[in-house]
């Protein structure tokens, strides 16, 4: 098993930047797919972004291409994303995910969530 607590959130306004952090503890993080996702309210959740075991794999939601980076440390167990020229569509709660799998279709493992509010 792995367990993840994602940290960073907050409110910034449109055109600003964050960083998300989740910190992995358990069973090797490095092992893990893992990826970040997010709902808004009434909308259903959503990939944002998936980065490989190696981190030599990525993908991206289109919606976030070109301002989002995904990254991640192994030998610190965690993960990242740096969220650039924030709009207020990116307002939402966002989770970190890991699955085993190298592109997994549903993810074993989840966190509690960061609210990510961006004012316009």
């Known amino acids: 098993q792995v367990q993840l607590v994602e940290s960073g959130g907050g409110l910034v306004q449109a055109g600003g930047s964050l960083r998300l952090s989740c910190a992995a503890s358990g069973r090797a993080f490095s092992t893990y797919t893992v990826g970040w996702f997010r709902q808004a309210p009434g909308k259903e959740r959503e990939i944002v972004a998936r980065?490989?075991?190696?981190?030599?794999?990525?993908y991206y939601a289109d919606s976030v291409k070109g301002r989002f980076t995904i990254s991640r440390d192994n030998a610190k167990n965690t993960l990242y994303l740096q969220m650039n020229s924030l709009k207020p569509d990116d307002t939402a709660v966002y989770y970190c995910?890991?699955?085993?799998?190298?592109?997994?279709?549903?993810?074993?493992?989840w966190g509690q969530g960061t609210q990510v509010t961006v004012s316009s």
């Open positions: 980065i490989s075991w190696r981190g030599d794999n990525t």
């Open positions: 995910a890991a699955d085993l799998l190298y592109i997994p279709r549903n993810y074993t493992y």
